[in-house]
C-alpha cells in the first residue's frame, strides 16, 4: 500500500524558514518523480514544486520560486520542502504527491503551515 | 501559464440525476486530469489522462474532451458522489488546477 506521511509543519513568522518532510513507503521511491502541492484554507489546490527520480532536475511556479527548494533522499525514501522568506501568502495544507504522468497519482494526508506574527 | 476555468463553480443534483462539469483551458493541452477532494480529506486522483479511471472509481464516472475543452461526467449521482472535483493539466510548466466545482446534494 502506498502512503506518503507528511511532517514538519506549524506556526513561523514571516520572513522565517521551515523544512517539510514527507515518507514515503509501499513503492520503490526512486523510481518516481515526486511533488508537493498546497492548499490555502477554504481554497483551491496550487501545485509548489517537482522534482525527478534522481533530483537532478527541479521546476517550480513563480510564486516560490528562489524561496522554496525540493529535494530528496533516495536512500531514505524521503522528499523535503525547504521553505525560506516565508510569507502570509503561504499559509496552506501542503501534500506530498508521488507523480505517474504529469497527474498526482497518490497524496499524502497534508501538513498546516501558518505564517503569521 | 495555462488557465484551467471550471463551471460551474457549485451545483446541486439530485440522487439519479446526471451531471456534468466542465474545464476550459486558455491554451490546448494534451491531457486533463481530475481529482475529487471530499469535506477536511485529501485530494484523490479520479480520472486521468482525460479519459481513464484512477482505481476504484466508480463506472458511472467518465471523462472526456481535446484541446481546449473537457468534462467529466457522472451517470447517475449517488450520495458518495458529494465532492469538489478539481482538474489539472501536466502539459505544460507551470502545472495548474482549476478553480474547482463543488457538487452537492439536492
Same mark, same amino acid.
Given at each position: 500500500?502506498?502512503q506518503?506521511?507528511?511532517?514538519?509543519?506549524g506556526?513561523?513568522?514571516p520572513?522565517?524558514?521551515?523544512?517539510?518532510?514527507?515518507?514515503?513507503s509501499?513503492?520503490?521511491?526512486?523510481?518516481y518523480?515526486?511533488?508537493?502541492?498546497?492548499?490555502?484554507?477554504?481554497?483551491?489546490?496550487?501545485?509548489v514544486?517537482?522534482?525527478?527520480?534522481?533530483?537532478?532536475?527541479t521546476?517550480?511556479p513563480?510564486?516560490?520560486?528562489?524561496?522554496?527548494?525540493?529535494?530528496?533522499?533516495?536512500?531514505?525514501?524521503?522528499?523535503?520542502?525547504?521553505?525560506?522568506?516565508l510569507?502570509?501568502?503561504d499559509?496552506?495544507?501542503?501534500?506530498?504527491?508521488?507523480?505517474?504522468?504529469g497527474?498526482?497519482?497518490?497524496?499524502?494526508?497534508?501538513v498546516?503551515?501558518?505564517?503569521?506574527? | 501559464?495555462i488557465?484551467?476555468?471550471? #463551471?460551474?463553480?457549485?451545483m *446541486?443534483? #439530485?440522487p439519479?440525476?446526471?451531471v456534468?462539469?466542465?474545464?476550459?483551458?486558455?491554451?490546448?493541452? #494534451?491531457?486533463?486530469?481530475?481529482?475529487q477532494?471530499?469535506?477536511? *480529506?485529501?485530494?484523490?486522483?479520479?480520472?486521468?489522462?482525460?479519459s481513464?479511471?484512477?482505481?476504484?472509481?466508480?463506472?458511472r464516472?467518465?471523462g472526456s474532451?481535446?484541446?481546449?475543452?473537457? #468534462?467529466?461526467t457522472?451517470?447517475?449521482?449517488?450520495?458518495?458522489?458529494? *465532492?469538489?472535483?478539481?482538474c489539472?493539466?501536466?502539459?505544460?510548466?507551470?502545472?495548474?488546477?482549476?478553480?474547482?466545482?463543488?457538487?452537492?446534494?439536492?
Open positions: 500500500e502506498v506518503l506521511v507528511e511532517s514538519g509543519g506556526l513561523v513568522q520572513g522565517r524558514s521551515l523544512k517539510l518532510s514527507c515518507a514515503a509501499g513503492f520503490t521511491f526512486s523510481n518523480y515526486m511533488a508537493w502541492v498546497r492548499q490555502a484554507p477554504k481554497k483551491g489546490l496550487e501545485w514544486a517537482t522534482i525527478s527520480t534522481s533530483g537532478s532536475r521546476y517550480y513563480d510564486s516560490v520560486k528562489g524561496r522554496f527548494t525540493i529535494s530528496r533522499d533516495n536512500a531514505k525514501s524521503s522528499l523535503y520542502l525547504q521553505m525560506n522568506s510569507k502570509s501568502e499559509t496552506a495544507t501542503y501534500y506530498c504527491a508521488r507523480l505517474n504522468y497527474d498526482f497519482d497518490y497524496w499524502g494526508q497534508g498546516m503551515v501558518t505564517v503569521s506574527s | 501559464e488557465v484551467l476555468t471550471q #463551471s460551474p463553480t457549485t *446541486a443534483a #439530485s439519479g440525476e446526471k456534468t462539469l466542465t474545464c476550459r483551458a486558455s491554451s490546448s493541452v #494534451s491531457y486533463m486530469h481530475w481529482y477532494q471530499r469535506s477536511g *480529506a485529501s485530494p484523490k486522483l479520479w480520472i486521468y489522462e482525460t481513464k479511471l484512477a482505481s476504484g472509481v466508480p463506472n464516472f467518465s474532451g481535446s484541446g481546449t475543452s473537457y #468534462s467529466l457522472i451517470n447517475s449521482m449517488e450520495t458518495e458522489d458529494a *465532492a469538489t472535483y478539481y489539472q493539466q501536466g502539459s505544460s510548466y507551470p502545472w495548474t488546477f482549476g478553480g474547482g466545482t463543488k457538487l452537492e446534494l439536492k
